[in-house]
Nanobody
Framework: QVQLVESGGGLVQAGGSLRLSCAASGRTFSSYAMGWFRQAPGKGREFVAVSSTYGGRINYAGSVEGRFTISRDNAKSTVYLQMNSLKPEDTAVYYC?????????????????WGQGTQVTVSS
């Protein structure tokens, strides 16, 4: 079992930045691939980014590539999502997720554990 707790969400103006954190507890953090997803009101859960175990491979959704950066600190059992040049369409609840697969990709069913989510609101 692993428990995930996100933090760092909030209200920001368009063009601004936020950094989300997801702290993990439980089994060895480095053995999990870690992903970020988001869900806007009335929409399904959308893939944002994933970092493989040890961070060797990283993938982003096209809508965030070049603006968002996923990173992980295995010593702190924490994964981060640095979000720059935020747009109103980035408004959503952001979730981190852990997978026992080395690189689970963009399919939410590939992840085994989820955090409770943190709200990000970008005003125009």
């Amino acid at each position: 079992q692993v428990q995930l707790v996100e933090s760092g969400g909030g209200l920001v103006q368009a063009g601004g930045s936020l950094r989300l954190s997801c702290a993990a507890s439980g089994r060895t953090f480095s053995s999990y691939a870690m992903g970020w997803f988001r869900q806007a009101p009335g929409k399904g859960r959308e893939f944002v980014a994933v970092s493989s175990t040890y961070g060797g491979r990283i993938n982003y959704a096209g809508s965030v590539e070049g603006r968002f950066t996923i990173s992980r600190d295995n010593a702190k059992s924490t994964v981060y999502l640095q979000m720059n040049s935020l747009k109103p369409e980035d408004t959503a609840v952001y979730y981190c997720a852990a997978s026992t697969s080395p690189l689970p990709g963009s399919w939410s069913a590939g992840y085994d554990y989820w955090g409770q989510g943190t709200q990000v609101t970008v005003s125009s």
